[in-house]
């Protein structure tokens, strides 16, 4: 199952403008990861925040992270057409098992205009 | 180039055969997982490998599915009598460490299944 859920789904912008993406999640975490996927390649790692953290930026991105509503945003500033991509929220959470392991979301699909 | 890598990159088999993909993480990684990815979804985890001990099976993992990490560095995928339902994409990753807040997973490209 899938424990993160991106919102929105898909996400239609022109250059310039900023993109936000938020990401909600069921259970405690020990970290929430954001990651970029191009169109059918694999997945790139953008940032990752710890759970004791609230905000963190890297380069033009901007990452939140709310654990009392168990929620995460991305922001992109100043969008440009090669932000164009999937983006997905992941979780690294204990399992039943005892062991962690990352848990995605549905992801959503930025499309930057020219 | 350093990276996770994985092995092929594509593959097209007929329903019924036998298929296996390779994935070599990065070096000094001691965490290994696979995903499996089906078009607009977001990865679903399979299994998990610290060093060579597989920790963790997801119940999409069926009876057919089997994955394997000898010697705590490279691990292969086996997914016997292929099913359409199996075609997706298949993601390595690996991360070092035992887990925790600072536990940063990195992915190869994925290897392309398609059952026909």
């Known amino acids: 199952s899938q424990q993160g859920e991106e919102d929105p789904q898909a996400l239609s912008i022109q250059e310039g403008e900023n993109a936000t993406m938020n990401c909600s999640y069921k259970t405690s975490i020990n970290n929430l990861q954001w990651y970029r996927q191009n169109s059918g390649r694999g997945l790139v790692h953008l940032i990752l925040?710890?759970?004791?953290?609230r905000e963190k930026h890297s380069g033009r991105l901007r990452v939140t992270l709310d654990t009392s509503k168990k929620s995460s945003s991305l922001l992109i500033t100043a969008s440009r057409a090669a932000d164009t991509a999937s983006y997905f929220c992941a979780t690294d959470a204990l399992r039943n098992s005892g062991y962690s392991t990352l848990t995605f979301g549905k992801g959503t699909m930025l499309l930057v205009s020219p | 180039d350093t990276g996770v890598s994985q092995d092929p990159r594509h593959k097209i088999t007929k329903r019924g055969q036998n298929v296996t993909f390779r994935c070599d993480p990065i070096?000094?990684?001691?965490?290994l997982y696979w995903y499996r990815q089906t078009l607009g979804q977001g990865p679903e985890f399979l299994t998990y490998f610290q060093n060579e001990a597989q920790l963790e099976k997801s119940r999409l993992l069926s009876d057919r599915f089997s994955a394997e990490r000898p010697k705590g560095s490279f691990s292969t995928l086996e997914i016997q009598r292929t099913e359409q339902g199996d075609s997706a994409m298949y993601l390595c990753?690996?991360?070092?460490?035992?887990?925790?807040?600072?536990?940063?997973?990195?992915f190869g490209q994925g290897t392309r299944l398609t059952v026909v």
């Open positions: 070096s000094e990684h001691n965490r």
């Open positions: 925040i710890r759970s004791n953290e």
């Open positions: 990753a690996s991360s070092l460490g035992t887990g925790g807040p600072d536990t940063e997973a990195f």
